[in-house]
């Protein structure tokens, strides 16, 4: 048995090692891992290759020049011991040799107002964006920097670029009519809140200004705008002319127009997805419009391209037609009581080919397509929506058996009248001879009206079903 003097000895050198170690730790906290670097041996084109590194595919490195400045770049590939490195901004003034190090550690809170802690793993510098209530009414760039002039942001959390979709069976059902204040789609393609859709234009067919409708008539809690790839003169357009202020009060816009590299581009819609499931994950209904998905998939080109992966469908690698479901598939509805993200993606379609490779494609992972006409929009028919060739694929579910009832009536008549058209135009055709078209014949005025509707005008859902109803009832 110990004396009282062995047991109080033992209990301070107890207490100046916990103290010892408790230093030990603040020490370690604060010194700077070691710098691994490499150096740059080639660029060609958008691609830089490096040797004397060893990072994973998707990490993030700096590249430094003579004169002290940077360059970012992420690693897009390798081969042997060479990294491919893909630049997010200009690569101007480097030389060979260059020294190339892996992203510093960035201080991320553990939680939404704890205290940071350093991030020891270098390669997540560029995986880890912002996110936050702040984010509303900001118009951000694919990094989360503000381009808005209205300060930094204040935002304390940050999630990972690229989450992975969860099990599909763990995704609420789509059973909840979504009103987007468009009397064409809430009455014809009716959608669903958590429903994936295209917008399938060629270039000048009013896209854009039919986006912007549905910005700001959807009901919606928050609305993501992702425009990537675009004009930049159309980014500050869109914001201030076809969103305006009332529906950028509810809305996050992150631009990455055409001139950025396709990283940026590919990284800018990623970023829009990631704020979306940020407050879908906080139990709201989100509205996310993506301009466009074909930018997103031509970026992806670009840089697989780049690296030496061999073209296979009309220029496209495989990779491309790999890469979007991953990104779409990130969207819809969450677990059951959660919240959702109701996603539209634009698709170009080049020279108003629908059969284009990714319109194709983009028709196969959507759950349904609006097709706009350029003949439509050529007649001042706006929005120029062509409803024989659209379809929303959880319409049945979403309506009663009277609703489909009257839809499937509309394009019936629509649709006769549609091939009699340039009969009826030279006079060959002879009222009386064909009861269905004759019907057609005196409707159609009030059916195509139905489908015009001022970009400035919002009509509900259930004023949508209820003028659909009244095409049907002779006027009296």
């Known amino acids: ?22 230093d030990c730790a603040e020490v370690a906290a604060t010194v700077k891992p070691l710098s691994i670097s490499g150096r740059l041996t080639k660029v060609t084109g958008l691609v830089m290759e490096a040797v004397g590194l060893r990072l994973a595919v998707g990490s993030c ?65 560029a995986k880890h964006v912002p996110v936050g209530p702040a984010l509303l009414g900001r118009v951000l760039d694919s990094a989360g920097r503000p381009l808005d002039s209205l300060g930094a942001l204040s935002c304390e959390q940050h999630v990972s670029l690229h989450n992975r979709p969860f099990n599909p069976l763990e995704r609420a059902p789509i059973t909840h ?45 928050v609305i993501v705008v992702g425009l990537i790839g675009e004009r930049g003169r ?11 202020p009332e529906g950028l009060q509810r809305s996050v816009v992150v631009a990455a127009p055409a001139d950025v590299s396709p990283l940026m581009r590919m990284q800018g819609a990623a970023y829009a997805t990631a704020i979306a499931e940020y407050f879908r994950d906080l139990g709201k209904h989100v509205l996310l419009i993506m301009d466009s998905l074909t930018r997103y998939a031509m970026a992806q080109r670009e840089i697989a391209l780049a690296i030496g992966e061999p073209p296979a469908t009309k220029g496209y690698p495989p990779s491309v037609f790999a890469k979007l479901p991953q990104l779409v598939e990130r969207t819809g509805n969450g677990p059951q009581g959660g919240g959702s993200i109701t996603a539209f993606y634009t698709v170009l379609t080049e020279g108003d080919d629908q059969q284009d490779p990714i319109a194709d494609a983009a028709r196969a992972i959507l759950d349904g397509h609006i097709v706009l006409a350029r003949g439509l929009a050529e007649q001042g028919h706006y929005p120029a929506i062509d409803i024989e060739t659209s379809i929303s694929r959880a319409m049945t579910s979403l309506i009663d058996p009277g609703h489909f009832e009257l839809t499937r009536r509309f394009k019936r008549l629509y649709a006769r009248y549609e091939r009699s058209r340039d009969l009826i135009s030279v006079g060959a055709y002879a009222p009386g001879s064909d009861a269905l078209l004759d019907q057609a014949v005196n409707l159609y005025p009030r059916l195509e009206a139905f489908l015009v509707q001022d970009m400035n005008e919002r009509q509900g859902y259930a004023d949508s079903v209820a003028a659909l109803g009244q095409l049907f009832i002779a006027p009296a």
């Open 234 to 244: 159309e980014v500050k357009e869109f914001i201030e002319n076809i969103l305006g």
């Open 1 to 22: 048995m110990s004396s009282p003097c062995e047991a109080n000895e033992d209990a301070s050198l107890t207490g100046r090692w916990r103290s010892y170690m408790r």
């Open 177 to 221: 009519a979504l009103d987007v204040g468009v009397r064409a789609i809430n009455a014809m393609l009716t959608v669903g809140r958590g429903q994936r859709m295209g917008l399938f234009a060629g270039s000048g067919v009013g896209k854009s200004v039919l986006l912007g409708m549905m910005a700001r008539f959807t009901a919606a809690e």
């Open 61 to 125: 490195c700096t590249v430094w020049l003579p004169n002290g400045n940077s360059v970012e770049a992420e690693v897009v590939g390798f081969s042997d011991d060479r990294l491919f490195l893909m630049p997010t901004n200009d690569v101007h003034g480097l030389t060979p040799g260059a020294r190339v190090t892996q992203a510093e550690a960035k201080a991320v809170p553990t939680r939404p107002g704890g205290a940071p802690r350093p991030r020891r793993r270098a390669s997540d510098h």
